[in-house]
């Protein structure tokens, strides 16, 4: 992406943005491939907005597997962090860092990023070759002061036998944290059915998203031209169709939840991303049914984990609002489907 380009997205997103009370700040992320491989213009677009007056609040961040993060970007991050912030891709310390991307991440740049802004997180994806330590590999990053937002990978086909070990790992992970009450949780066990079983009616509703695709976000490819998000890139998925991705409803229920979908009592908890639905089985309404087992095991798990976790929490102190939700949702969430079984 030009410069040029850069500049008119941001100029453009900012005049169109209007803050709300929930929703007072703009985010511009770049995002690759690896966007370090273009710091001059990371560089020069946000020095360009920093020194323009702005009446409206923005921030900048970038999503890094960290490999280019040498001394000079470090200096000049380090001098911005209070504008700029970095998210690092890593899903382990060192043995499944290599497994699932070839190279570790070195020890100075998980500790600038963990000492430049303390409440960082780090963005962990799980693959079938990780997923056995999944539970050792979150633990061992958290007791080494980390905050890891841990995810499975999505577009794997999981098979029945992985959904029994990530039940497994998740069990484990759910026990640490019960015993570590204060230690901090990855996002996945802290909010994932707040709200949503309050809908009744499956045909009529539209699952939440993974991410903001619905709300509130928008990618631009290099030539400036607009789309969903990332997944729907050229480059991502191979395909040209700006205008067919174009046409796709993100608010209409029938178009995004196919018919037996929408039989399936699972489906008022069913995260999926779209962007992988189009480019891996062709229509957004097609979900990766290879999950189907992973996501109950999750939905069982942390269901429970959520009830312990909040009782105990309730014996020596008041709950939040927000935290008496969660325990209702997550008690809805338990009896619904604890028992449960795709067979
Ligand atoms: S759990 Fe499987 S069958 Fe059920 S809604 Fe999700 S993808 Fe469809």
């Known amino acids: 992406m030009s410069v040029s380009i850069a500049k008119e997205i941001i ?40 020194k323009t007056k702005q009446n409206k609040k923005y921030r900048f961040k970038v999503t890094t597997n960290g490999t ?14 209070d504008k700029i912030s970095i998210t690092l891709s890593i899903d382990g310390i060192e043995d499944e860092q290599i497994r699932n991307r070839g190279r570790a991440v070195s020890q100075d740049v998980l ?3 963990q000492n430049t802004w303390s409440d960082s997180h780090f963005k962990s994806t799980m693959s079938r070759e990780t997923l056995p330590n999944f539970a050792d590999n979150i633990i061992r990053m958290t007791e080494c002061g980390y905050r890891v937002a ?23 992970l759910a026990e640490y944290y019960l015993q570590h009450p204060d230690c901090y949780m990855i996002p996945l066990f802290r909010s994932i059915y707040a709200g949503i079983l309050s809908v009744e009616d499956n045909a009529s509703m539209v699952p939440p998203p993974n991410c ?3 709300r509130n976000m928008v990618t631009y490819d290099v030539d400036g031209e ?21 046409e796709i409803d993100f608010s209409d229920a029938d178009r995004l939840v196919s018919d037996d979908c929408k039989q399936c009592n699972l489906l ?3 995260r999926t991303c779209y962007g992988f ?3 891996h089985r062709g229509d957004v309404s097609l979900r990766d049914k290879s999950f189907c087992a992973m996501l109950l095991a999750e939905v069982q798990v942390i269901s429970a984990f959520q009830i312990n976790y909040l009782v105990r929490k309730s014996e020596n102190q008041c709950l939040t609002d927000e935290e008496l939700l969660t325990l209702k949702d997550a008690t809805l969430c338990y009896q619904r489907y604890s028992d449960f079984s795709f067979k």
């Open 212 to 214: 903001g695709i619905m």
């Open 68 to 81: 280019l993060l040498d001394e000079r970007k470090q200096a000049w991050f380090a001098l911005h962090k």
């Open 11 to 50: 100029e453009r997103e900012l005049a169109q943005f209007h803050p709300t009370k929930e929703d007072d700040t703009i985010v511009f992320e770049y995002f690759g491939g690896e966007p370090l491989m273009r710091f001059d213009l990371i560089e020069e677009v946000s020095e360009f907005f920093w």
């Open 277 to 279: 639905n189009y480019n």
């Open 268 to 270: 008022p908890v069913c």
């Open 111 to 113: 500790d600038f990023v």
């Open 226 to 246: 607009a789309y969903p998000c990332h997944m729907f890139l050229p480059f991502v998925n191979g395909k040209t169709d700006y205008k067919k991705i174009a």
């Open 150 to 172: 841990a995810t499975i990978g999505v577009g794997i086909p999981w098979s029945d036998n992985d959904a029994l070990i990530y039940k497994r790992e998740l069990t484990k």
